[in-house]
């Protein structure tokens, strides 16, 4: 089963950037879809973006959609999350997590994520 570690997270000024990376070590990152999700200090964990299992579907939450960008390297079992425009707002710990599909069965978004990587802070500074 998959075994997550995110990275990539820190302190950047408002309208910068960050990327961050998932890397799973339990060889067998392309059986899953992935996601990003966030969790700011008082509030639920937030759905942010999913990646299909070989790329070819990406979805985005609308508060971040033109601003960031799921990418992954299924020759690396890396995930990628490119964080550009950063608002104050986006401050929260990110973690990925791993499903079979970014959709249910009925074509809803997937919010079933059985394996979860610890997370990475992510603080904006205004």
């Known amino acids: 089963q998959p075994q997550l570690v995110e990275s990539g997270g820190g302190s950047v000024q408002a309208g910068g950037s960050l990327r961050l990376s998932c890397t799973d070590s339990?060889?067998?990152?392309?059986?899953?879809?992935m996601a990003w999700f966030r969790q700011a200090p008082g509030k639920e964990r937030d759905w942010v973006s999913c990646?299909?299992?070989?790329?070819?579907?990406?979805y985005y939450a609308d508060s971040v959609k033109g601003r960031f960008t799921i990418s992954r390297d299924n020759a690396k079992n890396t995930l990628y999350l490119q964080m550009n425009g950063l608002k104050p707002e986006d401050t929260a710990m990110y973690y990925c997590?791993?499903?079979?599909?970014?959709?249910?069965?009925?074509?809803?978004?997937?919010?079933?994520?059985?394996?979860w990587g610890p997370g990475t802070q992510v603080s904006v500074l205004s």
């Open positions: 339990g060889l067998t990152f392309d059986d899953y879809a």
């Open positions: 997590a791993a499903s079979p599909g970014c959709r249910t069965a009925s074509g809803d978004r997937n919010l079933d994520f059985a394996h």
């Open positions: 990646i299909s299992r070989n790329a070819d579907s990406t």
